[in-house]
């Protein structure tokens, strides 16, 4: 079965791991803007890291087949940097051309702290001003709820953001609901040990359903697996659940959300073949 990562960092990953996601089935990927590990000296770091997303990083997944597209902003971790954040924020518009730019993300919250809120809605004031899809990074464990409220909050008082242009990401049991009643659309992250796992994921799909509904590895330099959407589709094969099914999440759903970006364009695979 095709599939679509729609959240992958690969700048942290080996083209070993492309080729193992493209013998999985993987034919599309989106990677985040995201922190590097170490806090950038200044806004060229950003440029730099803008260009290895939008040329170096889709030219070495075509080599596999894979499609690469990405999203650009200035994570939270580095957002307490509230005059540097501004600096970044303020470049992104000279990269909005380029077609494998999908939209602003993983914008969000960390530590949910004030200036992180107000980097948040620098970001949404230019994703609402450029009509740019959104992707929401939500905290991690003791502060997801809360910090799940504050995001869903802003975003609704944006009269100007449409909520199904809106992906919140690493959604679990307790804030799933209230992200799809908000009318976005969601991303499960699926972990070996934090956040979700296959089986959870599995669970959530047949609680909540399958509309706006996506899963993601999330794989970046810590611990985590390239290869978590296809864990995901063993697991929901081994519990029996209709092919169609399985492939709304991991590949008819993403696509939908991704066509939300005017500069998207999708070829099917067979139409390419029988173009070249
Ligand atoms: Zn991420």
Same mark, same amino acid.
């Not at 609402?128 to 899809?133: G, H, N, Q």
């Not at 976005?184 to 956040?195: A, D, E, S």
């Given at each position: 079965?095709?599939?679509?990562?729609?959240?992958?960092?690969?700048?942290?990953? !080996? !083209?070993?791991?492309?080729?193992?996601?493209?013998?999985?089935?993987? !034919?599309?990927?989106?990677?985040p803007a995201f922190w590097a590990?170490?806090d950038r000296?200044?806004?060229?770091?950003f440029?730099?890291?803008?260009?290895?997303?939008? /040329?170096?990083?889709?030219?070495?997944?075509? /080599?596999?087949?894979?499609?690469?597209?990405?999203w650009?902003c200035i994570n939270a971790k580095e957002a307490e940097n509230v005059s540097l954040a501004r600096e970044v924020i303020?470049?992104i518009?000279?990269?909005? %051309?380029?077609?494998?730019?999908?939209?602003i993300g993983e914008i969000g919250l960390n530590k949910n702290t004030r200036n992180e809120a107000t980097v948040f809605l620098d970001h949404l004031e230019l994703a609402?001003?450029?009509?740019?899809?959104i992707l929401v990074h939500t905290p991690h464990l003791a502060d997801k709820y809360q910090g799940t409220r504050m995001i869903l909050d802003m975003l609704?008082e944006d009269?100007?953001?449409?909520?199904?242009?809106v992906?919140i990401d690493h959604?679990?049991?307790?804030t799933?609901?209230?992200?799809?009643?908000?009318?976005? +659309?969601?991303?499960?992250?699926?972990?070996?040990?934090?956040?979700?796992?296959?089986?959870?994921?599995?669970?959530?799909?047949? !609680?909540?359903?399958?509309?706006?509904?996506?899963?993601?590895?999330?794989?970046? +330099?810590?611990?985590? %697996?390239?290869?978590?959407?296809?864990?995901?589709?063993?697991?929901?094969?081994?519990?029996?659940?209709?092919?169609?099914?399985? /492939?709304?999440?991991?590949?008819?759903?993403?696509?939908?959300?991704?066509?939300?970006?005017?500069?998207? /364009?999708?070829?099917?695979?067979?139409?390419?073949?029988?173009?070249?």
């Open positions: 079965m095709s599939y679509i990562d729609p959240h992958i960092h690969m700048v942290s990953r !080996t !083209t070993d791991d492309y080729k193992r996601m493209a013998l999985a089935g993987c !034919t599309m990927i989106s990677e590990g170490f000296s200044g806004p060229e770091g440029r730099d890291y803008f260009r290895q997303l939008t /040329q170096f990083e889709r030219n070495r997944a075509r /080599q596999y087949g894979i499609e690469h597209l990405c650009l303020a470049m518009p000279e990269f909005l %051309d380029d077609p494998s730019v999908l939209g609402a001003k450029t009509r740019e899809l609704r009269s100007r953001i449409v909520p199904e242009r992906c959604v679990e049991e307790h799933i609901r209230l992200a799809l009643d908000a009318g976005h +659309w969601v991303g499960m992250t699926l972990y070996p040990i934090t956040k979700c796992t296959p089986a959870r994921a599995a669970d959530m799909v047949e !609680t909540f359903g399958a509309e706006r509904v996506m899963v993601n590895s999330a794989g970046d +330099w810590g611990h985590s %697996d390239p290869l978590a959407v296809p864990e995901f589709i063993f697991e929901m094969r081994s519990r029996g659940h209709e092919e169609a099914l399985i /492939q709304k999440v991991v590949f008819d759903n993403p696509l939908a959300f991704f066509s939300q970006c005017a500069r998207f /364009q999708f070829t099917p695979r067979d139409e390419a073949l029988s173009e070249a």
